[in-house]
Structure formats: C-alpha cells, structure tokens
C-alpha cells in the first residue's frame, strides 16, 4: 500500500496566488515525522518544512505552511503569494518512528507559476 | 557552508566498468544514505549507514556497494553497472534517523550506463 499519496500530478497556478498541494498518509506508527521538499527542474532536493506528529500547531516556514489534519491524515503544503521561482516538483515525505531508517516519498505534484 | 557533496554530477561509462560516486557531508550528521530516481517509480532507497561501519541494505541494494570507513565519507560503488542502473542518484544524511530529522540531499548524479 503506498505510505504516502499525492493526488495532483500538475498543478496551474497564476503568480502571487496562493497554492495548496495535497499529501495524505498511511501509518500505524504515533510517532512520524512529515517533510515536503522542492526539487526545481536543475535536480537538487530541497527540504522545505517539517511536521511531527506530535506537534500541536502547524509548521510555518516563511511562505510555507504546512495544513497538518492528523485525524484525516493529511499533510498538505501551502505556498503563499507564489513566485515564478516556485514552479518545481514538489515531494510530500514521511520518516516512521519504527522505520525511521527510511524517508518514504510521495509521487510528487509538478507546480508551474504562470506570470 | 553546511552541504552534502556528491560527485560526479554526471557520469556516462559502458555496462561492466565499475565506478564509484563519493558522497561527503561536512555537518558531522550520523546517519547517510543513497537513493535513487526514477520517472514513474519516484525516490527509492538503495542503501543506508547509521553511524561508521554500520550500513543496511534499502529498498533496490541489487547490484550496489557501500561502506562507511570515516563519518563523513559514504561512497556508493558499481562494481559492474548495467543498463537499468541508469538513474539520478542522490546521496542524503541527516543528524540521526529520528523522526524529526530532515535529510539533506546532494545535488544528484545523474548516470547513463550504455
């Protein structure tokens, strides 16, 4: 079964607009940990934002918010006022307590920035 | 600057000649590990080290090597690479393997094996 489902292969989304992309997640373990990462179309990956289990209030990072609902298992990452520079494959993640040994990765969802 | 750094960033060689990619981390994290990329298939764990001379086997370690001599070295070996082995590989470490332990990646190796 996949740990860790994104819905959206592509996403459209005009400049300065805020976006939300989808995660849900699959885990019998309380206690895990939740990343979302940025990969632009140069390769590299890049950590953007984490989320416990355990943590009461959602993450925030500067423009990153992660919409964390535990009870429907979702993790979803919401970019405010998008830039040009945002369009990139994104990767919702999760590391397990038991199987902490691994960073379980999403499909990833494609988000252009249209001008 | 705190970094992973893996190299080449791109390699093509011919099925059979082994080759090595390094992998160096300079924040001192314990625990390194290597996957790849692939379209369709997404990120998969190829190996893993939780701290030197202690590495584990991931998901894909089929026709891989590794070793973890010093903390901050964990090199990724093809001793005979085949034509399914073409791929982005990504070397990653984090502090530990907790679950509040992002892992920073490396810019990626992208191979070609012909």
């Known amino acids: 079964a996949q740990k860790i489902t994104q819905t959206q292969p592509g996403m459209f989304v005009q400049e300065k607009e805020a976006v939300t992309l989808d995660c849900t997640y699959d885990?019998?373990?309380?206690?895990?940990?939740l990343f979302w990462y940025k990969q632009p179309s140069s390769g590299e990956m890049i950590f953007l934002i984490y989320?416990?289990?355990?943590?009461?209030q959602n993450a925030t990072e500067g423009r990153y918010s992660l919409n964390f609902q535990k009870a429907r298992k979702s993790a979803n990452l919401v970019i405010s006022a998008s830039q040009l520079g945002d369009s990139a494959m994104y990767f919702c993640a999760m590391r397990e307590g038991q199987g902490a040994q691994k960073l379980v990765f999403g499909q990833g969802t494609r988000l252009t920035i249209n001008p | 600057e705190a970094q992973v750094t893996q190299n080449p960033r791109y390699l093509i060689t011919v099925t059979g000649k082994k080759l090595t990619v390094t992998c160096s981390q300079n924040?001192?994290?314990?625990?390194m590990s290597w996957y790849r990329q692939d379209p369709g298939l997404g990120l998969r764990q190829i190996y893993y080290?939780?701290?030197?001379?202690?590495?584990d086997k991931g998901d894909v370690p089929e026709g891989y090597k590794v070793s973890r001599k010093e903390k901050r070295n964990f090199p990724l070996i093809l001793e005979s690479p085949s034509p399914n082995q073409t791929s982005l590989y990504f070397c990653?470490?984090?502090?530990?393997?907790?679950?509040?332990?992002?892992?920073?990646f490396g810019n990626g190796t992208r191979l070609t094996v012909t």
């Open positions: 080290s939780m701290n030197v001379e202690v590495t």
């Open positions: 885990t019998s373990d309380p206690s895990y940990g």
């Open positions: 989320q416990g289990s355990y943590d009461q």
């Open positions: 924040m001192n994290h314990e625990y």
């Open positions: 990653a470490s984090s502090v530990d393997r907790g679950i509040n332990s992002p892992l920073h």
